[in-house]
């Protein structure tokens, strides 16, 4: 069964910086498209960016310049290093990816969520 565990959130002041990890474990045979997603308090959840499995990348205009989405292949692994954080990036963070396993020919899976909250 295929698992995506996300690890790193936590509390961080304005200004600061925390790393996301996301790791998909399972009977994987390829995976293309990994992402993060996040839910802020009272809103729908939103694309943070995305990375394909050759690199390419897509970033919420809000993220851009201050977050950087990167993956290790090897590892079914994707991280997400967020600098310059602001209040308005408290969210819960959600991995997500796109995947052909031994059981599921083509899937999308989440992981359970990490919370991150900016606050002085």
């Known amino acids: 069964q295929v698992q995506l565990v996300e690890s790193g959130g936590g509390l961080v002041q304005p200004g600061g910086s925390l790393r996301l990890s996301c790791a998909a474990s399972g009977s994987i045979l390829s995976i293309y498209t990994m992402g993060w997603y996040r839910r802020a308090p009272g809103r729908q959840r939103e694309l943070v960016v995305s990375?394909?499995?050759?690199?390419?990348?897509n970033y919420a205009d809000s993220v851009k310049g201050r977050f950087t989405i990167s993956r290790d292949n090897a590892k079914n692994t994707v991280y997400l290093q967020l600098n310059s954080l602001k209040p308005e990036d408290t969210a819960v963070y959600y991995c997500n990816a796109n995947l052909v396993s031994a059981t599921i020919a083509y899937g999308n899976y989440w992981g359970q969520g990490t919370q991150v909250t900016v606050s002085s």
């Open positions: 990375i394909t499995s050759d690199g390419r990348t």
